[in-house]
């Protein structure tokens, strides 16, 4: 009886740490100093057993060969700021590249794996626990067992977020959501974060901290996120109407699964008086029409001639495609696949409505069988496919041959693109290996290499037109073709290592949204 407590030490210096953090925004106070997390920390450096997913050695790995606690700290420290408004102090800085790059992306893939493994890790224990005789030794597991959860609940609930649960008083929270004001409404249930897939909301709400941040940063309007413990599309429905005001404002839907995620914006926009926009699939497909309309400057063909292919067939993928096709690509000419294969007409082998919708009107030769079918004959590669390490398939120079000469590969897989060999290579280190073999030029989704076609570069914009600017009840298509063809014009000379234009630009809020206000004043 003895083993379990050497491996699992009984650690209630943890655990009373852990209660005293208690809700983790106190007025104006921090979030958490950054020495109670290091402190906490500090305790994690234990052995797990084999049966067990011990968090500890993905924590002592460290982000990007850096400190887990030092990355904690400064994760922390920049999430700090509120994003509703409290007078001059709202503002919030996001002062470079690198700072976005942490927490956005790909820095906010990593904290939401340190919460996971948080999670994950005291389900275990409490498990292990359950059949322990011992009183004391099972105690001693169930303090670290309370130690991991509650600090995955610190690191993950800010003050940026009102959690939802399916027991939560909705007019409460309807209270504080009108209190707030006229914002941006973040919303999610966890089931399709980044490329990590369903972590559930919990391990999820770093992400929507994030386009709070940049929400609130770059177009100095609030924003505030909803973290839903629900699934069913209907309940989401029915959570979302009673809660939300009737009128003004934006809805961001982020990180929902395909195909509900259609579904959830089809029903809410029905319900509701205020715009719904699902960044996943038109945030992706504004920037990466942007990045197309330049790239295809770069390669000398007009996009109507463009083939494209499209590794991954969920709502992302779908979105961009839509939005690509309305911008001028021919549909016939494109190509998608999943992980049963190329998609086309009369498909039946997992399909969902979507799948068939957008079946129906791409792939005009008829092809089928893998993706890499696909990739014959394509001027254009767009990877939109799982970024999990036991998931992931890689984007190699062998593929790059399948297509035309000098083509373009957009990478887009998060937070590991697919032209990564490994979900730890350096990502400059896979961007040059592409461009040297010849690509025309090569994109990703990150935020620390060039040509980052970053959803940043819309969503802010977007929802200060429809929410601010034009009063809008509903977005269409045509609002994200003038953003996309907005955004493209601010760039100036196109260059292999630069067809998109800096996220961080302080020029693409005001144009952008200006834009797109004009077009939604004009319907």
Not at 21 to 42: F, M, N, T, W, Y
Not at 277 to 295: S, Y
Not at 493 to 517: G, K, N, W, Y
Request: proline share 6%; net charge neutral; with cysteine.
């Amino acid at each position: 009886m003895s083993q379990p407590v050497r491996q699992f030490p009984n650690s209630p210096e943890v655990a009373a740490m852990v209660r005293k953090l208690g809700s983790v925004q106190h007025g104006d106070s921090k979030i958490i100093s950054p020495e109670r997390v290091a402190e906490i920390l500090s305790h994690f450096n234990v052995p797990g057993r084999a049966s067990f997913r011990s968090c500890a050695p993905y924590l002592a790995a460290g982000y990007q060969g850096g400190a887990t606690m030092e990355f904690v700290q400064n994760y922390l420290d920049t999430i700090r700021y509120p994003c509703y408004p409290v007078g001059d102090e709202r503002r919030v800085r996001i002062p470079s590249l690198k700072v976005l790059a942490e927490v956005y992306t790909p820095g906010v893939g990593f904290i939401c794996n340190v919460i996971k493994h948080l999670l994950s890790e005291s389900i275990d224990l409490r498990l292990f626990a359950a059949d322990i005789a011992d009183d004391k030794t099972r105690q001693a597991i169930l303090y670290r067992a309370n130690a991991l959860y509650g600090l995955a609940k610190a690191l993950s609930h800010t003050n940026l977020i009102i959690p939802v649960s399916r027991g939560s008083n909705l007019d409460a929270i309807k209270d504080k959501i009108a209190a707030i004001g006229k914002a941006v409404y973040i919303i999610t249930d966890g089931t399709a974060i980044l490329g990590l897939g369903d972590i559930g909301p919990q391990s999820g709400a770093p992400v929507m901290t994030g386009k709070a941040i940049l929400i609130t940063g770059l177009a100095d309007i609030p924003a505030i996120s909803l973290i839903l413990d629900e699934t069913d599309p209907d309940k989401i429905v029915k959570i979302l109407t009673k809660i939300l005001p009737e009128r003004g404002g934006s809805i961001n839907l982020e990180d929902l699964s395909s195909p509900h995620s259609f579904e959830v914006e089809r029903k809410l926009q029905d319900k509701i008086a205020i715009p719904v926009f699902d960044d996943d699939q038109w945030g992706t497909g504004i920037v990466v029409a942007a990045a197309l309309i330049n790239g295809a400057k770069l390669m000398g063909k007009p996009l109507g001639d463009l083939a494209v292919h499209f590794q991954g067939a969920g709502a992302g993928a779908i979105g961009v495609a839509l939005i690509l096709t309305a911008a001028g690509v021919n549909p016939g000419k494109i190509q998608m696949a999943d992980s049963k294969g190329l998609l086309y007409a009369g498909r039946k082998d997992g399909m969902n409505e979507e799948k068939s919708h957008i079946a129906a009107i791409i792939n005009a030769e008829g092809r089928t069988g893998s993706w890499e079918n696909g990739l014959r004959g394509a001027d254009i590669y767009i990877g939109l496919s799982a970024s999990e390490a036991n998931k992931r398939t890689p984007f190699t120079l062998e593929h790059m041959g399948m297509m035309n000469k000098n083509p373009g590969i957009i990478s887009l897989a998060n937070p590991s693109p697919e032209i990564l060999t490994t979900t730890n290579e350096d990502i400059g280190t896979a961007y040059k290996r592409l461009r040297d073999a010849g690509a025309a030029f090569v994109g990703t989704g990150r935020s620390d290499a060039p040509n980052g076609i970053n959803n940043v570069l819309g969503f802010p914009a977007i929802h200060k037109a429809g929410g601010f600017l034009a009063d809008a009840t509903s977005y269409q298509r045509t609002d994200y073709v003038v953003a996309a063809r907005a955004i493209a014009e601010l760039l100036g000379e196109i260059t292999p290592d630069r067809v998109i234009i800096d996220p961080l630009d302080p020029r693409v809020v005001p144009v952008v949204s200006e834009a797109v206000a004009a077009a939604i004043r004009e319907r």
